[in-house]
């Protein structure tokens, strides 16, 4: 059985970054497609990056330049690191993971983990 926890969330200010970790258990990392979402009050779930099996990536416009998606094997963990944070980036963060390829589309994920909340303050 996959599992998927997240951690990292918190409160910040504008400007400021975080580190979102995703830690993977019952599977490698590597095996699946694995994605970031998020989602705000009242807002869909929507998509922020992904990165494929072979470790190519993709991202929203939104957090382009501003966040990285990578996954460290050793740990077998996914980890979203958030630069030059804005308010608009405030929602809960998911982690996911799609045994196919990675797409944009949450309905396409597998897995999931719980969420953590990331605030950032103005």
């Known amino acids: 059985q996959v599992q998927l926890v997240e951690s990292g969330g918190g409160l910040v200010q504008t400007g400021e970054s975080l580190r979102l970790s995703c830690a993977v258990s019952g599977r490698s990392v590597t095996l699946f497609a694995m994605g970031w979402f998020r989602q705000a009050p009242g807002k869909e779930r929507e998509f922020v990056a992904a990165i494929s099996p072979r470790e190519s990536t993709a991202y929203a416009d939104s957090v382009k330049a501003r966040f990285t998606i990578f996954r460290d094997v050793s740990k077998n963990a996914l980890y979203l690191q958030m630069n030059s944070l804005k308010p608009d980036d405030t929602a809960v963060y998911y982690c996911?993971?799609?045994?196919?390829?990675?797409?944009?589309?949450?309905?396409?994920?597998?897995?999931w983990g719980q969420g953590t909340q990331v605030t950032v303050s103005s």
């Open positions: 996911a993971a799609d045994r196919g390829l990675a797409t944009t589309t949450p309905t396409d994920y597998d897995y």
